[in-house]
């Protein structure tokens, strides 16, 4: 089955106690991506990546890593997290450019939700 | 960040009941999408529009691409208690090689009473 995967689902923990949220695709897909939801601010886009070895910053990378080692993986990394990183995260995969103006579909993982005591 | 304006924030309706949504943006987007998100899930593709003022339908949705292409509307008709979720427009910008940014509005949380 298709998917983007991601774990944990669920996670608590403290200040500053260094976390990684793991995503993967079984898709090919050469462009994933981190977004973070939060009541009326709707998915903002955190870190994006184009392929293997390339990422960029999307709207709110303060205070989060990633890396693309490996085409189907892409880890979401909080090296000290704060309080305000409290959120819904979701990872998200498609195919990468296209020389049309069609869309390529991003499709969204089930979710991790973070809590930062 | 840039953000889309989406309206209502949400809505309360009884099933059968028809419902319209709508974003709005300063900005131009060559492409909007609406996505639905269900509790404890990611959202869902359910439309992509491609032109200035296309209508296209999906069941009982129907969404229009703005003429100005600054705005998109979504409509479900016969509203059904599994339409129960977040509805999100996004927009998609062609830039650099980011082509594949998207936008998002801020949600519209539908409830349906039986």
């Known amino acids: 089955e298709a998917q983007v995967t991601q774990n944990p689902r669920y996670l608590i923990t403290v200040t500053g106690k260094k976390l990684t949220v793991t995503c993967s695709q079984n898709?090919?897909?050469?462009?994933m991506s981190w977004y973070r939801q939060d009541p009326g601010l709707g998915l903002r886009q955190i870190y994006y990546?184009?392929?293997?070895?390339?990422?960029d910053k999307g709207d709110v990378p303060e205070g989060y890593k990633v890396s693309r080692k490996e085409k189907r993986n892409f880890p979401l990394i909080l090296e000290s997290p704060s309080p305000n990183q409290t959120s819904l995260y979701f990872c998200?995969?498609?195919?990468?450019?296209?020389?049309?103006?069609?869309?390529?579909?991003?499709?969204f993982g089930p979710g991790t939700r973070l809590t930062v005591l | 960040g840039q953000q889309l304006n989406q309206s209502p924030q949400s809505m309360f309706i009884q099933e059968g009941e028809d419902v319209s949504m709508n974003c709005t943006s300063s900005?131009?987007?060559?492409?909007w999408l609406w996505y639905k998100q269900d509790p404890g899930e990611g959202p869902v593709l359910l439309i992509a529009?491609?032109?200035?003022?296309e209508l296209t339908s999906n069941g009982r949705l129907t969404a229009q691409f703005g003429i100005t292409r600054k705005d998109s509307f979504l409509n479900i008709s016969a509203s059904i208690p599994s339409d129960v979720g977040i509805y999100f427009c996004?927009?998609?910008?062609?830039?650099?090689?980011?082509?594949?940014?998207?936008?998002f509005g801020t949600g519209t949380l539908l409830a349906v009473q039986p």
């Open positions: 998200a995969s498609s195919y990468g450019r296209t020389s049309g103006s069609f869309y390529n579909e991003q499709f």
């Open positions: 996004a927009g998609q910008l062609h830039y650099g090689g980011a082509t594949n940014k998207l936008i």
């Open positions: 529009l491609y032109k200035a003022g």
């Open positions: 990546s184009m392929n293997v070895e390339v990422t």
């Open positions: 900005s131009i987007f060559n492409t």
């Open positions: 898709m090919n897909h050469e462009y």
